[in-house]
């Protein structure tokens, strides 16, 4: 019986201990990918045209979508906390409590979401196609190196439109509030708009957009490295995207408690 | 040219490739032959440099390209063409920008002289009137044709072809072997391997033909050696038959 339990024990130990190497592993191969990505931003060739392409694709495509979920965001902000403001006969705090929840936190998150929903896993599906279907093989083939073509331009891109869409996305939650606080709470204008300016300060702005930057690294990241090690046909693009995108979100979320932490601490 | 000594390639516990070593000439056709799953298309990646041997070594033109690094690699790739089995065309890109895309990148001439190069390969291949169409929109035969344009386009001194001509109606086939052939009429210098079950293609085709069997080399020689072979799995091969030696997992 002993020898049964300690073999069961052994097995347990062995097959955790696998599990933990071959998780590590993967976390060292998605980091050295990181690496030669970022490597590859500072070497020619400079895909400026790919970078413009990806702009549009990842910013001026999913600014519709952007304007409205900020909109809305402010507004349902506006409207549960008004209520609580209410009780304290201090609505005129809205306008300065919607501002400062939406630069330090809920803009770069919710533009983080967005953009990973639609453009990180419309990444993801698109290079793990080209993956399965030996378009990766093929540029190699021609001597060009895929984290050139298709990782880099998508990293770039998206450092430069993340944190242009949490601007947009902050100003227009703040309108969102704002028609919320006037036309229910009846706070007057120039007051919302003086809480805005005392309670947010520029620090505030810096803390958001750094949060922004850090997420779009990481969308970019998971969403071409997921692509690119995508096998085995139409099922395995749709594994990939759906893996992406739940890495996606967890990461996000996880960095956010990270970067919170560090920047309340300093 | 070419030479693989003692190359085993495993994926996981399969082992594709075991101690394979042969030997491809320079500036001929040669065809490497045998059944699905034998490593015929791994064997190419490792030409190109796609994948690495678990073991072995490869030596192309007397450099051993399992030393290479990423760098160096891509610079060796410059000399190839390949054109994949699925052709493997950008589905982003019209047929124009997929010819033009190595071009580009490789950018040695003006844009001027790269078009007028689209025009001359894609002349080559039979389609001179497709430039603005998109891989959708093309058959296989087409698509095929367009990759071996792309390939052509960079003027390689090695050409890969990955099973050029399967899934495709007779007529077509035996216009990409006729290609295959016009190719290197035209360049004396260039080296050709074509992965294929076409057999009938490989006799009339081939000046050096390579048959693998559970990962070694199970004849090499010119379409006569393989026509006059009394080997079991190679006369099996031929034949067509499904009984005889070899295994079908």
Not at chain 2, 89 to 96: A, E, I, K, M
Request: aromatic content about 8%.
């Amino acid at each position: 019986m002993s020898s049964y339990i300690r073999n069961k024990s052994t097995l347990l130990f062995s097959v955790l201990g696998l599990r933990i190497i071959k998780g590590v592993s993967r976390f060292g191969a998605f980091l050295l990918f990181c690496w030669e990505t970022v490597k590859h931003v500072f070497r020619r060739p400079y895909r400026f045209e790919l970078i413009a392409q990806q702009i549009e694709f990842i910013g001026a495509q999913s600014l519709n979508i952007v304007i409205m979920t900020g909109f809305f965001t402010g507004a349902v902000f506006g409207l549960q906390l008004g209520g609580i403001f209410k009780i304290f006969s201090s609505e005129a705090m809205l306008g300065g409590a919607t501002g400062k929840a939406l630069t330090r936190e809920l803009a770069p998150l919710m533009v983080a979401f967005l953009t990973a929903g639609r453009s990180g896993s419309a990444m993801t599906a698109e290079i793990s196609t080209m993956n399965v279907t030996e378009q990766v093989d093929a540029m190699e083939a021609m001597a060009v190196e895929p984290l050139s073509y298709l990782a880099v331009p998508r990293l770039v891109a998206s450092v430069i439109v993340f944190p242009l869409l949490t601007i947009i996305f902050i100003f227009i939650g703040v309108i969102g509030s704002y028609v919320i606080a006037v036309s229910l709470f009846d706070v007057d204008v120039g007051l919302f708009l003086d809480k805005i300016v005392w309670l947010v300060e520029p620090k505030d702005i810096r803390d958001g957009l750094i949060k922004s930057v850090i997420f779009s690294v990481i969308v970019a990241f998971i969403a071409c490295h997921s692509g690119l090690h995508a096998t085995g046909g139409a099922k395995g693009v749709g594994i990939a995207t759906t893996n992406a995108v739940v890495t996606m979100l967890l990461m996000v979320l996880a960095s956010d408690f990270l970067v919170t932490y560090l920047q309340v601490r300093w | 040219m070419i030479y693989f000594e003692h190359v085993t390639k495993t994926f996981g516990k399969k082992t594709v490739l075991d101690d394979l070593s042969l030997h491809i000439p320079k500036g001929k056709i040669t065809f490497i032959l045998g059944k699905s799953g034998e490593g015929k298309s791994v064997t190419i990646k490792h030409i190109m440099g796609l994948m690495k041997p678990t073991a072995g070594k490869i030596m192309v033109d007397g450099e051993d390209i399992s030393l290479f690094d990423q760098h160096g690699l891509m610079a060796y790739r410059k000399k190839f063409g390949m054109l994949f089995q699925h052709a493997a065309l950008f589905d982003s890109l019209s047929v124009c920008e997929n010819v033009i895309f190595p071009l580009k990148e490789h950018g040695t001439m003006p844009l001027v002289e790269m078009h007028e190069r689209v025009d001359e390969v894609l002349e080559m291949v039979g389609l001179p009137e497709i430039k603005q169409k998109f891989p959708n929109q093309l058959s296989i035969g087409e698509k095929k044709r367009v990759g071996l344009a792309r390939a052509l386009a960079m003027a390689p001194k090695i050409m890969l072809y990955d099973e050029p001509t399967t899934g495709m109606d007779p007529l077509v086939s035996e216009m990409i072997d006729e290609l295959i052939t016009e190719v290197n009429a035209g360049n004396p210098e260039l080296t050709s391997i074509v992965i294929s079950h076409d057999l009938k293609a490989a006799l009339a085709t081939a000046e050096n033909i390579i048959m693998l069997y559970k990962g070694k080399v199970a004849l090499t020689g010119i379409p006569d050696d393989f026509r006059h072979s009394h080997d079991a799995v190679v006369r099996q091969f031929f034949s067509g038959r499904v009984e005889g030696p070899m295994e079908f997992l």
